[in-house]
């Protein structure tokens, strides 16, 4: 976990977002980058980063003054915490301009605000932030509501039992490990739960989370709504669900879970796309 990348339009959903990745940037030694969007002006080229001219040789008429004030106020926040900011203007309003930046960057995490328990499609610049929750190979955490003194002390992690989520579970256990942390594998059987079936289910996690830090835990549910269940029962701080990438959700989910689940949750959730 070396750089975390919050997009920010300086609403207090982004605020709490911010705040949620400097406390992770805090436990992982991460670096934080602060990126706006901002409207391009109606006379000139596209794009500007903060700190630098125009990328395309044209003079643009700086209307973004008050915005390039509010990131720098962030990298201070996340200064004064002890690590280390760089903030990002972009005048350009697309939302593809975020995953850009995130290669750019070489991201490991983006951490977004969401406006409501039924609002993943206003996240950050609107509906088409929520195509890039679908399409981005980047693991991305929501935040829904401000979390005074964010720890991830409990996680669910739902599982489908998959060899190729190995790489998610490392990078879970990666941000997870510093604060101590027990990881719950939750599995949903689609069929009624019996001794064998959970056994079987028991041995898979266990060859799937071998040589990981995090203390593991296991457990299966029969339906979706078991997820939330083992969550609230929990009081857990984190729910993680894995995406094939590509609007391709992973089994058992009907379609959209991944996104139905950021979206109504208000608990911390954490999409990773599987490779």
Known sequence: MKRILVPTDFSECAQTAADVAIAIAV?????VYFLHLHAPAPTGGH??????????GHQHHDCSGPARARLDQLVRAAEQQGISAKPAL???EDWKQVEKHATAFSIDLIVMGSHGVNGLRRIFLGSRALQMIRHTILPVLIIKSPIPDFKIRTVVYVTALEDNEKEALAFLDQLASPWNATIHLLHILSITLNSEETNVSRTKME????GLKTHIEFSVCNDEAGIKKVAVDLDADLVVLTTHGGNSLIRPFSSGMAEKVAAEYEMPVLIINKK
């Open 47 to 56: 794009m500007a980063m903060h700190g630098g001219g125009s990328h395309d």
């Open 90 to 92: 972009v005048l350009d």
């Open 207 to 210: 060859q799937l989370t071998k």
């Open 27 to 31: 436990k992982t030694n991460a670096e």
